[in-house]
């Protein structure tokens, strides 16, 4: 079975303070993706990046960068020099083939508070 | 604009009487699924379907029906609610290949008294 961990259930940072959200993913499959995705207060979801299990390259996006490392199973997600507008509910997703079918399993989510 | 559309968006309702909660994705996507979230336990699958006239259980089906008579279309319904299944109800859709992005709609609240 699939499992996906955000151990940290809320953070506050103050603004411009970098912060670094955990994932932490189980499954027996060689082949799977890896997803966050962003929910502001607005409450729609919004996807932020995809990974595939064999593209253990870093990924940076302006303020946004990701680290996947296979050897301990996580796809942490970090925001340098947060700002207020980064205050949301971040989602990590793990989505495997099940008996051919896509399995989509999403951890309990990270709430994020920006401090101005 | 590509889009997907549930409504309603706001339901109040009461114990036991039947309701359907419509989605529609206009980007000719294969795969659609309906998530409920719930405060601590995030999202959870409820049901989906990877095409017209094939729907499978997700992790949380009991008390829910689906149907996928047209590829754009994919209605929630809830036979008899209880008030257990008051949440935050999403539906999302993608292309059917494994590992692309979920577009999700803007999510019906639901409340069962």
């Known amino acids: 079975a699939q499992k996906v961990t955000q151990a940290q259930t809320e953070i506050s940072v103050v603004e411009k303070e970098d912060v670094t959200l955990d994932c932490v993913y189980e499954t027996r499959d060689t082949t799977y993706y890896l997803f966050w995705y962003k929910q502001p207060p607005s409450g729609e979801l919004v996807f932020l990046i995809r990974?595939?299990?064999?593209?253990?390259q870093n990924e940076i996006s302006g303020r946004y960068s990701w680290n996947f490392q296979k050897s301990t199973s996580s796809f942490n997600f970090t925001i340098t020099a947060s700002q207020v507008v980064d205050s949301a509910v971040y989602f990590c997703?793990?989505?495997?083939?099940?008996?051919?079918?896509?399995?989509?399993?999403f951890g309990t989510g990270t709430r994020l508070t920006i401090i101005p | 604009e590509a889009q997907v559309t549930q409504n309603p968006r706001y339901l109040i309702t009461v114990t036991g009487k039947k309701l359907t909660v419509t989605c529609s994705q206009n980007m000719n996507h294969e795969y659609m699924s309906w998530y409920r979230q719930d405060p601590g336990l995030g999202l959870r699958q409820i049901y989906y379907?990877?095409?017209?006239?094939?729907?499978d259980k997700g992790d949380v089906p009991e008390g829910y029906k689906v149907s996928r008579k047209e590829k754009r279309n994919f209605p929630l319904i809830l036979e008899s609610p209880s008030p257990n299944q008051t949440s935050l109800y999403f539906c999302?859709?993608?292309?059917?290949?494994?590992?692309?992005?979920?577009?999700f709609g803007p999510g019906t609240r639901l409340t069962v008294l």
């Open positions: 997703a793990l989505s495997v083939l099940d008996f051919g079918n896509e399995k989509l399993t």
């Open positions: 999302a859709s993608s292309f059917g290949t494994p590992g692309n992005e979920q577009f």
């Open positions: 379907s990877m095409n017209v006239e094939v729907t």
């Open positions: 990974r595939n299990s064999f593209d253990e």
